[in-house]
């Protein structure tokens, strides 16, 4: 048996094999070829291949999300079959007498510049999807299996890390859990966990090797252990832990439909953060009383292309429909940073996380941001819908999206598409300057949320994805805490309401304190509802 220690960012505990995530970071090497004729005829072969594949694909999105969404298959085989493509492809094979892998991938980069540099914005997007065919074909050419196509049963699966978008993307009713070699306690990766309900273990470091791959393994996510090969006493003490697990969680079922209220009365509200529609069988299973934190972006992550006013605008519905009539608050586009989407074509940055991300994407591409408030001013005809801004750090900010809605409402109405008037508005406290400015920021919103996560970040100036740092990465700091109290103080000042959707909203020992501080909402992972509920009642 092989144990190997890391962080635990979410508790329970999985059994089952371990499967490697195989990422797609080959290097193309440009080698010289004698027979030019048969490098040819080896890249007609894994195009063939190649456009078989994105049929089949196309036929089974098609059965599963419907035409709008399969049509991205066929467009990748149109551009495979693309003669100006092919003929770059057959031109540089054979006067540079050189490997398909290096034609194609030559050809991909320069098709995408060319596309990138184009005006259009769906030219643009077009680059990603010219990079993502061609890299298909290299696949094949080189024989490599990429993601977890061969992921058939569930599975734990391990990582050197995981970025958001190649974790939204993994069939989620076949994950057991995650284990990986780095990673941080803050990142997004760890919050998805954390909204999944599944057992996650990071900073595994070195010691978790490819080699493991196809081995049982278990996951113990409350000490942070990841055992391969278990021997039969660990695994009777899994099972048992396990058990017992499960037994606690069947206890908190009884507070469902209780209410979330201290011993002297006091009341506060507890939601719960989703990023995907999938998540609201947890958010209802776990009888949270809203959604307090919807990560829209993951739309995004999700898609190869901006996700359409329809697209969204059905996402949006379902949601509200769904929660029937309980506040359901979508925060809008947080993209940069460390969730990056290819066809944005964001430039590399020095400083992602203080960089060119979320409102600040939206108020300088407003052709993004509109679609997406269009389609959540006519989905908030359908329920009790609320947007929220993230990153914001002025008044100005505010009073220019105030603008850019305007306009939108405007718009609908001249087209005659329902959408509804009166929509609640809010901002994420997640900067100092927003804490700062907190008293003038609650005279033009209806409420605050607290991202403590980017919150503590940006107060104690440390980056949340850097690993090394999560000892120092303390959302405890008094400076933090003050910052919540200050924003809590302007908002009921001005007659707005608050509340925290980041990590710490979830933090037991910190329950009594919000309360104190008079927060009106704490929104926190579907599985985290009913402890917090438990930790609220036992409060004075
Ligand atoms: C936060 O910053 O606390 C937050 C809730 O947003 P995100 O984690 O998505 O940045
Ligand atoms: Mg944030």
């Not at 081995?215 to 090969?229: K, N, Q, S, V, W």
Request: contains cysteine.
């Amino acid at each position: 048996m092989i144990t190997i220690s890391g962080k635990s960012v979410f508790g329970g505990v999985s059994i089952g094999k371990l499967l490697f995530y195989q990422r797609n970071d080959k290097v193309i090497k440009r080698t010289h070829v004698e027979d030019v004729d048969a490098e040819w005829n080896r890249f007609q072969e894994a195009k063939d291949t190649a456009v078989t594949q994105l049929k089949g694909l196309y036929d089974k999105a098609l059965a599963d999300v419907g035409e709008a969404n399969a049509m991205i298959f066929e467009i990748h085989q149109m551009m495979l079959e693309d003669l100006d493509y092919i003929e770059s492809i057959e031109n540089i094979i054979r006067t540079q007498e050189v490997n398909a892998e290096y034609a194609v991938a030559t050809t991909a980069d320069n098709f995408a510049a060319m596309f990138s540099s184009m005006d259009d914005a769906y030219m643009q997007g077009r680059a990603a999807d010219v990079k993502d065919v061609s890299e298909r074909v290299l696949d094949i050419l080189s024989g490599a299996d990429t993601g977890l196509k061969e992921m058939t049963e569930p599975c734990i699966i391990a990582a050197d890390d995981l970025a958001p978008s190649e974790t939204v993307q993994l069939d989620k009713s076949k994950v057991l859990g995650f284990a990986t070699m780095y990673g941080s306690s803050n990142s997004h990766t760890a919050i998805l966990a954390r909204t999944m309900n599944i057992p996650a273990v990071i900073g595994l470091g070195e010691g978790l090797l490819q080699e493991y791959s196809g081995r049982e393994a278990i996951i113990d996510g409350f000490t942070g252990t990841l055992y391969i090969d278990p021997d039969e006493a660990t695994l009777k003490e899994m099972q048992e832990k396990r058990e017992k697990d499960l037994e606690q969680k069947a206890l908190l079922e009884q507070l469902k439909g209780k209410e979330n209220i201290t011993k002297s009365g006091q009341k506060i509200n507890v939601y719960a953060n989703i990023g995907n529609v999938s998540d609201l069988g947890a958010v209802l299973k776990n009888d949270a009383g809203g959604i307090g934190l919807f990560r829209s972006e993951f739309l995004y992550l999700e898609n190869t292309d901006f996700p359409t006013e329809e697209q969204q605008f059905s996402v949006y519905k379902k949601v509200a429909e769904s929660m029937a009539g309980k506040k359901v608050i979508i925060r809008t586009l947080d993209i940069g940073a460390d969730k990056q989407v290819d066809y944005f074509n964001l430039d590399k940055e020095e400083n992602p996380a203080l960089g060119y991300r979320a409102i600040r994407i939206c108020l300088t591409r407003p052709e993004i941001f509109k679609t997406q408030l269009r389609a959540l001013y006519r989905a908030a005809v359908f329920g009790n819908i609320s947007i929220m801004f993230p990153m914001i750090t002025s008044v100005g900010e505010v009073r220019k999206i105030k603008e850019i809605i305007a306009d939108v409402k405007e718009e609908l109405k001249n087209e005659g598409i329902p959408y509804k008037e009166d929509v609640e508005l809010g901002i994420m406290i997640e900067t100092p300057a927003s804490v700062m400015v907190s008293r003038e920021l609650a005279k033009e919103v209806d409420f605050f949320s607290v991202g403590t996560n980017d919150l503590t970040q940006y107060t104690l100036a440390i980056d949340r994805q850097n690993s090394k740092l999560d000892e120092f990465y303390d959302p405890h700091h008094p400076a933090v805490l003050a910052m919540i109290k200050m924003a809590a103080e302007s908002a009921h000042a001005e007659g707005a309401w608050i509340g925290i959707c980041g990590e710490l909203g979830a933090d037991l020992e910190l329950t009594e304190e919000f309360l104190k501080m008079g927060l009106d909402e704490l929104s926190v992972s579907p599985s985290m509802v009913l402890p917090l509920r438990k930790r609220i009642r036992e409060c004075e």
